[in-house]
């Protein structure tokens, strides 16, 4: 298996808790479509329980054979953010990309440069934010025979100061993983596992504690369930009550949905639950 960057070593399992439970949004909206000149064109729309809406227009051209890729996007905050990516031009394994964000109402403008590295059993990331700082972040994560150790740091240039850190350590397996992660300077400790028990079932937990703001452990414990090969259904409770459930089906080829809805189970007779719905096109 390929060793995946520091933020995914416990990817599986966050996936599953958080991927694909539609309640976070009353209702969201994707259309992707691709030109004969091979031009990929991607509008999104949200809107938020309180009534807020956001949204993006986005093209991106990409050009296998020399590695480039150039995406450019329109907000509706009226931020025109480009993105320049070269994927193993320079080096084989390693791809550098550079963003740039305007926003012409405040006349505000942001730089990035950005370095992703992988090799067989490495994978190493360096992030370089230009205007804010500047600043710099690294991470970096190793494997042998499926063990992960990984880590990251950020670094204020300026201040010629490191700003945080973090640890993890994982397994990863074809049908199971695990992972210790040690975030905010190694103050919120998280185990987290994941489990495909069969084609059709999956199932994780995470448990998280803050040693600096909190003396219990929360806790969350998530499962999928494919119905058949267009659709699944996903359930999740933590230790505060709060459950969510959600359903997603390939209506036709090219149109999906997505349902969810989240409940305080402590408090069932309040206006604390949300509802949403998720409509995917791809042409």
Known sequence: MAVPAFPDIAKPSNDLLNKDFYHLAAGTLEVKSKAANGVNFNVKGRSTHDGASS?????????????????????????????????????????????????PNSNNKGAKLNFYFKQPNFHARAFF?????????????????????????????????????????GYQAPDYSAAITATNNLTVIAASYYHRVNSQVE???????????????????????????????????????????????VLRSGVTAGMGASFDTQKLSEAAHKVGVSFTFDA
Request: hydrophobic fraction near 40%.
């Open 55 to 103: 949204g993006s227009l986005e093209g991106k051209y990409v050009d296998s054979s020399s590695g480039l890729t150039i995406t450019q996007a329109w907000t509706t905050l009226n931020a025109l953010d480009t993105k320049v990516e070269l994927d193993n031009a320079i080096t084989k394994g390693l791809k550098a990309e550079a963003i740039t964000q305007y926003l």
């Open 129 to 169: 934010d230009l205007f804010k700082g500047p600043t710099a972040n690294f991470d970096a994560t190793v494997g042998h025979e499926g063990f992960l150790l990984g880590g990251d740091a950020g670094y204020d240039v300026q201040k010629a100061a490191i700003t945080r850190y973090s640890a993890a350590i």
């Open 203 to 249: 199932a994780g937990a995470k448990a998280t504690w803050d040693s600096k703001n909190s003396s219990t452990v929360g806790l969350e414990v998530a499962s999928k369930y494919r119905l058949d090969p267009t659709s699944f259904f996903k359930a999740k409770v933590n230790d505060r009550g709060i459950a969510a459930l959600s359903y997603n089906v």
